[in-house]
C-alpha cells in the first residue's frame, strides 16, 4: 500500500528526494516516516512527520534532510542533502493509524536503495 521511488547512486555531498505515495487512503493516519536499514545493521528511523509533533529527525540526518508530507496527495517526500557514505541504506516509507480504541497499525513500503559513493 505504500510505494517509495526517488532513490538511486549518487556521489558524497549531493542529494536525492525520496517520496512515498500511499496507494490507498490511509483512515485514521497519525504518522508517517522513514526508516533505512543498512547492510548488517538494524533498521533505523530517520525522520518523523505528524500532527501535532510536527517533523523530527534523528542525530545523523539533522539539518540535512527534511521530510515532508502532501496530504491531499497521499504522498511524504524526505529531501536528503549533503549525502555521506554512511547513509547508503535501503529507505523505508512507514504510516501509522491510530484508533479511538487505543489500537494502531502499521503499513510499510517494500524499500527503496539509496547508495553513496566517496
Known amino acids: 500500500q505504500l510505494v517509495e521511488s526517488g532513490g538511486g547512486s549518487v556521489r558524497a555531498g549531493g542529494s536525492l528526494r525520496l517520496s512515498c505515495v500511499a496507494s490507498?487512503?490511509?483512515?485514521?493516519?497519525?504518522?508517517m516516516a522513514w526508516f533505512r536499514q543498512a547492510p548488517g545493521k538494524q533498521r533505523e528511523l530517520v525522520a518523523t512527520i505528524s500532527d501535532p509533533d510536527g517533523a523530527q529527525y534523528s542525530f545523523p540526518v539533522k539539518g540535512r534532510f527534511t521530510i515532508s508530507l502532501d496530504s491531499a496527495a497521499n504522498t511524504v517526500y524526505l529531501e536528503m542533502n549533503s549525502l555521506k557514505p554512511e547513509d547508503t541504506a535501503i529507505y523505508f516509507c512507514?504510516?501509522?493509524?491510530?484508533?479511538?480504541?487505543?489500537?494502531?497499525?502499521?503499513?510499510w513500503g517494500q524499500g527503496t536503495q539509496v547508495t553513496v559513493s566517496s
Open positions: 490507498e487512503a490511509i483512515y485514521n493516519l497519525h504518522a
Open positions: 512507514y504510516a501509522e493509524s491510530q484508533f479511538d480504541d487505543g489500537s494502531a497499525y502499521e503499513y
